[in-house]
T-cell receptor, first 115, second 114 residues
Framework: DAGVTQSPTHLIKTRGQQVTLRCSPK?????VSWYQQALGQGPQFIFQ???????QRGNFPDRFSGHQFPNYSSELNVNALLLGDSALYLC??????????????FGPGTRLTVL | AQSVTQLGSHVSVSEGALVLLRCNYS??????LFWYVQYPNQGLQLLLK??????LVKGINGFEAEFKKSETSFHLTKPSAHMSDAAEYFC????????????FGGGTRVLVKP
């Protein structure tokens, strides 16, 4: 059983560019959450998708957007990249709408470097 | 706003010694509590969680944590450190009233000395 997968593993972009990160949830999971982990810090919640809609959003600007597909996979898009967007982006999946008692399973992350 | 504080960004222990990682949260309502471990260049792996019931929770790799409501704490312990325990550890909380997002502490990096 494959766990949460993310692509690409690493990415280098320049300021002002746009980037798309991808996530496939664990089999049987229908809810995907995205987190940003800056170097030396804990992960910060970006948003959560369930039934192809954004259900909850953290304190991130509109430059951060997402999408969920009918097969439950998800994309994170970041426009007008800033140096401060350099981070490890983690995707987490959970079952049944991500109810509070359900564990979130994390992928290995995508390391984004903005030059 | 809920917050999570992990005391000590770095902890150094000798192999075979007790590992103690501290976590305090701010909330008037007990949240769901989690400890995750992150090995270099990897994602997060759940060590253990507290939702309801017994306040002493046992997890994987010999770790356990105790929820103390009066102290708003959820400290992580392991009686005897192993070299493979070298990693970064994150405490996280989830409040039903705040939806399903996890709020993480800043993390504690554990170094195990032979």
């Amino acid at each position: 059983d494959a766990g949460v997968t993310q692509s690409p593993t690493h990415l280098i972009k320049t300021r002002g560019q746009q980037v798309t990160l991808r996530c496939s949830p664990k089999s049987g999971h229908d809810t995907v959450s995205w987190y940003q982990q800056a170097l030396g810090q804990g992960p910060q919640f970006i948003f959560q998708y369930y039934e192809e809609e954004e259900r909850q959003r953290g304190n991130f600007p509109d430059r951060f957007s997402g999408h969920q597909f009918p097969n439950y996979s998800s994309e994170l898009n970041v426009n007008a990249l800033l140096l401060g967007d350099s981070a490890l982006y983690l995707c987490a999946s959970s079952p049944r709408g991500g109810g509070a008692s359900y564990e979130q399973f994390f992928g290995p992350g995508t390391r984004l470097t903005v030059l | 706003a809920q917050s999570v504080t992990q005391l000590g960004s770095h902890v150094s222990v000798s192999e075979g010694a007790l590992v103690l990682l501290r976590c305090n949260y701010s909330s008037s309502v007990p949240p769901y509590l989690f400890w995750y471990v992150q090995y270099p260049n990897q994602g997060l792996q759940l060590l253990l969680k507290y939702t309801t019931g017994a306040t002493l929770v046992k997890g994987i790799n010999g770790f356990e944590a105790e929820f103390k409501k009066s102290e708003t704490s959820f400290h992580l312990t392991k009686p005897s450190a192993h070299m493979s325990d070298a990693a970064e550890y994150f405490c996280a909380v989830r409040h039903l009233a705040a939806g399903n997002k996890l709020t993480f502490g800043g993390g504690t990096r554990v170094l195990v000395k032979p």
